[in-house]
Every structure is written in C-alpha cells, then in structure tokens.
C-alpha cells in the first residue's frame, strides 16, 4: 500500500507515542490503535463500514473504496 497523506491515510511499520514525538503525519496530542478481527474485515467486504470510537470524543469511519480492485 502506498501512503496518501493528503487523504489522512499512511502504512506504517511502526507505531510511535504521539505524546513523545512526530507521527507521519506530524504533531499529534494523542493516538488509539483499532485491531481488526475476521469479521471487521467481512463487513468491509460486504460493503460495511467500521465506526471506529477516538477517545470518547470523535468518531471515524472505516471502508472499503469501490473503485480499488480486489484480490480475493
């Protein structure tokens, strides 16, 4: 995966603490990581998306773009 920092979206091998230094996306006040199990990665492909709740405060959505090409 290619990272697309304007759409907010980057693959990284390393998690940092946003608290101690820059992520790839720069300053930060905070992060939360999400693990996805089998059936969160099913429910993307059955055109769901995943609500992902930040901290109490904020909400993302998770999903699956149509227009890339799947290889399953």
Known sequence: ???DLER?????EKIVDADEENTVFG???G?????LTEQDIDALHQGKY???DIRGEYIAYLGISATEERHD
Not at 8 to 12: E, L
Request: net charge positive.
């Open 1 to 3: 995966m290619q990272s």
């Open 8 to 12: 907010g979206i980057a693959a990284t």
């Open 50 to 52: 995943l609500a992902l």
């Open 31 to 35: 992060s939360q990581l999400f693990r």
């Open 27 to 29: 300053k930060r006040w």
